[in-house]
């Protein structure tokens, strides 16, 4: 059966070789893929590094002490806060955050420093503006620290029990996003270069295989490769085959620029990265596969593309926490690609997981790629009935 | 589908007499039926044309016949090969040329020549293209798209890419459509020089010249195989007796000819008319009175296999639509 072997791999290679004159031809499609990684990957990076930063602020505060001062110093010394106004009511501030004008709202009650004194851990309220979750969150998160220090710096003996309960300096309580607890801005940026690469990669291995048996029907070319003798596994593998290579190159692309940017560590094993990046892209090609399978032209694919990426995107927990999310949406989750590769390669780049870490993650990836291929080599005809 | 009928020598082949033969062959699209009960023989060596007006079911009866369409009843065999349960090992012996160009148009001529070979296992694909390439006196062009390629020269390039894994059958359809006459004539020395060979030719088409070139042809039309046999057997078989008249206005002769009992086919032709009919004493009594006109020159003809076709092709109308 060696024969068989060796014309399996001989019609692979042969639709492999084919399929890789067709990618370097198409210039454009070639320049995508390189440039989708790099331009997202410094538009992501800088946008998530420069928005939080000197956000637009109103203090609405009823009493002016050296405590209250020293706080307001505090915020705008975190450099994402800037004080642009004070508002003399309440109905004024909000005013101007519905208009745009701020993003924050602090408002400090009267009698706070005496009360602070007292040890009776008064509210400051610090009102954001959540619909950009992504800008507010890291800079809600800084105010944590920024005015538990602004508290201590002004040395306020608290009359209360000085150490020892959690309460100690009675810091003010503030109104805390859910986003803000994911999204520390101290680390962002490491979260976002790893999810970009799921992402990416998910993006770019979709349209391109999701195009790959629609465009051979829409050119006409179908017809002359099913009257060849090639099996269609024999032509899904060398269709799929050069964009592997190409992934890996987005891939080591993505975490090259990472490291170089935003210094992006890798903590673990590049090795198992690499190995489970490959494993991830032929998930992601063998589901756009069965895409190319599904649709009657090259339009349609790329639609149901854009239909299954919408939801990689929204669920796997590169937006927004997966923890945050219903059980429902969790187990829809569960089902994507891109939720288990997510895992990996943070798991890797930033803690240093190894194989044993995710073992459940490798196995789901790996069992929804099989079950791709064998919808994918099922779905594709091998007659033009 | 071991991979046995991949490299299968072409000796072992089962050895039958036919190359084709298929029976009772049906294909609906929806409640559409596109090929009735077709049955047909072609003979090993034989060059096979395949005749009929546009739609009626050629494309189709091809694609059953390469196991690219699957009927809805008949059976059959291709080289000796069950149509239906054998497509692949067809596949390896059969050269489909489609009606319209389907090749890669963004490899190059070379490239699309290497990419046949290597899916076909022929041995040294590099060397069996740069041959092909040689053979089809493209040699200067191997490096051009096969796109940007002129009508003929794709052809040309279709067919070489068909024999480049040597087949024992073509099938070649619409393979002249919209091709030059001096690139026709020579694709037809090309096609006899195969058949010379051995290789078993299927070649539809719709020019009736070309129908002349081929040793058997066969005419369907509306899906059904209305005659098949030698030019002379076909034209005998449709027992149809023709005159020929000229000198006067073709159109409104033929229009006025058409209506009458007896007459079975009025084609204009030129500056005269054909007229035929299946019962020549009945034909001669409808044309008597025209034949008295003045100026009319009325003469005893040959039907030709446009006639025939004609005839064949009104009368399967008449009888299905
Ligand atoms: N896949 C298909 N689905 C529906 N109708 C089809 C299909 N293929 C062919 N037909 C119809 O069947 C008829 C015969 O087509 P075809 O075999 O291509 O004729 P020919 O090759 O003789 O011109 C045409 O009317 C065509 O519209
Ligand atoms: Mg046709």
Redesign the interface.
């Known amino acids: ?1 060696s ?2 072997v ?2 399996l791999f ?2 692979v ?3 492999m ?2 399929e890789m ?2 990618l370097v ?2 210039r454009v499609s070639f320049a995508t893929m390189i440039m989708i990684p790099l331009l997202q990957l410094v538009l992501f990076g800088y946008a998530i590094n420069t928005t939080p930063r000197h956000l637009p602020t109103a203090v609405l505060a009823y009493e002016n002490t050296s405590l209250t001062r020293s706080i307001l110093a505090a915020i705008e010394n975190t450099k994402y806060f800037k004080v642009v106004s004070h508002p003399t009511s309440a109905a004024e501030a909000d005013h101007q955050m519905l208009a745009g004008e701020v993003s924050f709202i602090v408002e400090i009650p009267a009698g706070f420093e005496r009360a602070v004194r007292r040890g009776e851990s008064p509210s400051m309220l610090v009102a954001a503006d959540a619909t950009d979750p992504v800008a507010s969150g890291s800079a809600i998160a800084s105010l944590n620290a920024l005015v538990d220090t602004a508290v201590k710096r002004e040395r306020f003996a608290v009359e209360g029990g000085p150490e020892g309960s959690g309460l100690e300096s009675a810091p003010p309580a503030f109104q805390i996003i859910t986003h803000a607890r994911y999204n520390p801005a101290a680390v962002t940026q490491l979260n976002i270069v790893p999810g970009l690469l799921g992402t990416i990669l998910t993006m770019t291995m979709l349209i391109f295989t999701a195009l790959s048996v629609t465009r051979e029907i829409e ?6 490769l ?6 269609p596994v024999e032509v899904m593998l060398g269709k799929i085959a050069p964009y592997v290579l190409v992934g890996a190159g987005q891939a080591l692309l993505i975490v090259g620029a990472g490291r170089l940017l935003f210094n992006v560590p890798m903590i673990g094993s590049p090795g198992l990265l690499t190995l489970l990046t490959v494993l991830f892209i032929m998930a992601n090609l063998s589901i756009g596969y069965t895409f190319s399978t599904l649709a009657q032209n090259q339009l349609q694919a790329v639609q149901m593309t854009f239909m299954y990426f919408l939801p990689n995107i929204l669920l796997s927990g590169f937006m927004f926490p997966f923890a945050g999310m219903p059980v429902w949406a969790q187990w829809l989750a569960e089902t994507m690609p891109l939720t288990h590769y997510l895992r990996m390669v943070r798991g890797i780049m930033l803690k240093g997981a190894d194989g044993s870490d995710l073992a459940q993650d490798i196995v789901a990836l790996g069992a929804i790629m099989l079950v791709a291929m064998f919808i994918a080599v099922r779905r594709f005809r ?4 | 589908m071991s991979e046995a009928a991949d490299t299968l020598p072409q000796g072992s082949l089962p050895d039958v007499p036919y190359a084709i033969e298929v029976e009772g062959l049906s294909k609906s699209f929806g409640d559409r039926v596109v090929v009735r009960d077709l049955s047909m023989r072609v003979r090993k060596g034989q060059i096979y044309g395949f005749l009929g007006p546009n739609g009626s079911g050629k494309t189709t009866t091809i694609r059953m016949l390469c196991g690219l369409l699957t009927p809805d009843s008949g059976r059959g065999t291709c080289l000796g090969l069950d149509i239906l349960t054998q497509a692949r090992e067809i596949r390896r012996h059969v050269g489909y040329m489609t009606q319209r160009f389907s090749l890669y148009a963004d490899l190059s001529v070379r490239e699309n020549l290497e990419f046949v070979a290597r899916v076909y296992g022929v041995p040294e694909p590099v060397k069996a293209a740069k041959a092909a390439v040689d053979r089809l006196g493209l040699s200067g062009r191997d490096k051009q798209l096969a796109g940007s390629l002129s009508g003929g020269w794709k052809q040309r390039l279709a067919l070489g890419a068909c024999i480049l894994p040597s087949p024992q059958l073509l099938l070649l359809d619409e393979p002249t459509a919209g091709v030059d006459p001096k690139a026709r004539r020579e694709f037809w020395a090309q096609i006899h020089e195969l058949a010379a060979d051995g290789l078993t030719v299927l070649v539809s088409t719709h020019y009736m010249d070309e129908a002349e070139r081929c040793h058997e042809i066969a005419y369907i039309a509306y899906g059904e195989l209305l005659a098949q046999g030698t030019v002379d057997e076909v034209v005998a078989g449709a027992g149809l007796f023709t005159w020929s008249v000229s000198g006067g206005d073709p159109a409104p002769l033929a229009r006025e000819l058409s209506a009458l009992p007896g007459i079975d086919m009025v084609a204009p032709f030129g500056s005269s008319v054909h007229v035929g009919g299946h019962d020549a004493a009945a034909l001669e009594a409808a044309i008597a009175p025209f034949r008295e006109r003045p100026g009319l020159i009325w003469r005893r003809d040959e039907p030709t296999l446009e006639d025939v076709f004609i005839d064949l092709m009104s009368r399967s109308k008449d009888n299905f639509r």
Do not use: C, N, Y
Not at chain 1, 219 to 224: F, L, Q, S
Not at chain 1, 382 to 385: C, E
């Open positions: 059966m024969g068989a060796a014309g001989r019609r290679g042969a639709m070789r084919k004159l067709q031809r198409d050119r006409g070319t179908m017809e002359t099913l009257a060849m003798p090639i099996r091998q007659t033009l009935d």
